[in-house]
């Protein structure tokens, strides 16, 4: 089974140290990685999509790395705010079969 | 900018009832999924659309829940009836192609009672 592993659950932050998030995968037969965000009662919000040829994409303060041979993906969040509160869940599309495999997810609280 | 729709946000119902949710993807997306997700878990893939087509459906419980995309653009999931395990929040998503990036809508939460 391709599973998808994020620790911890849930984390709290004061605002404006940096965020630091990490998901591992166990096949590296992977197409490309997903993270989204997710508040309370809402969907998934698209933040980075990595493709297996590259090591890392970057939007604002957000930057996302791949590294296949460790099966690890990390999502760095630089100088956290409170709006920046959710669950963020890291998915996994694999080569064999095109399906995304979701983690559990990390809830992150940014304290003011 | 473009989003997947979905309707009712909310829906409560007593089991052995019948819902249905709606779900109109991203203007020209071929690809449509419906999604569950129970509380504290990741979503998991129920039935994947490729235009009006079932590409998978093998996580489907089949003698409850159906889905339909006729005309391969917006798309409804069914359940009856409901029984008290459904309650979960229902997420569709589309890409353009099945191995893109995919876009999620705001979900519909079910309650069973």
């Known amino acids: 089974k391709q599973e998808v592993t994020q620790i911890p659950a849930a984390l709290s932050v004061p605002e404006g140290e940096n965020l630091v998030l990490n998901c591992s995968f166990t096949d590296s037969a992977i197409y490309n990685l997903q993270w989204f965000r997710q508040d309370p009662g809402k969907g998934l919000t698209s933040l980075l999509l990595?493709?297996?040829?590259?090591r890392e994409q970057t939007s604002g303060r957000l930057n996302a790395s791949l590294d296949k041979s460790s099966g690890r993906s990390t999502l760095y969040i630089a100088a956290s705010q409170p709006g920046d509160s959710a669950t963020y869940l890291c998915?996994?599309?694999?080569?064999?079969?095109?399906?995304?495999?979701f983690g559990a997810g990390t809830t992150v609280t940014v304290r003011a | 900018e473009a989003e997947v729709a979905q309707s009712p946000r909310y829906k409560i119902t007593e089991k052995s009832q019948a819902v249905a949710f709606w779900c109109d993807p991203i203007s020209g997306h071929a690809t449509l999924y419906w999604y569950r997700q129970i509380l504290g878990q990741g979503p998991e893939l129920l039935v994947q659309f490729q235009d009006e087509s079932v590409v998978d459906d093998s996580q489907l419980p089949k003698d409850r829940f159906s889905a339909e995309r006729l005309k391969g653009v917006d798309s409804t999931l069914k359940i009856q009836p409901a029984e008290l395990g459904d309650s979960a929040m229902y997420l569709c998503?589309?890409?353009?192609?099945?191995?893109?990036?995919?876009?999620f809508g705001p979900g519909t939460r079910l309650t069973v009672l």
């Open positions: 998915a996994a599309l694999y080569s064999n079969d095109y399906k995304l495999s």
């Open positions: 990595i493709q297996s040829s590259q």
């Open positions: 998503a589309s890409s353009f192609e099945g191995y893109n990036e995919q876009f």
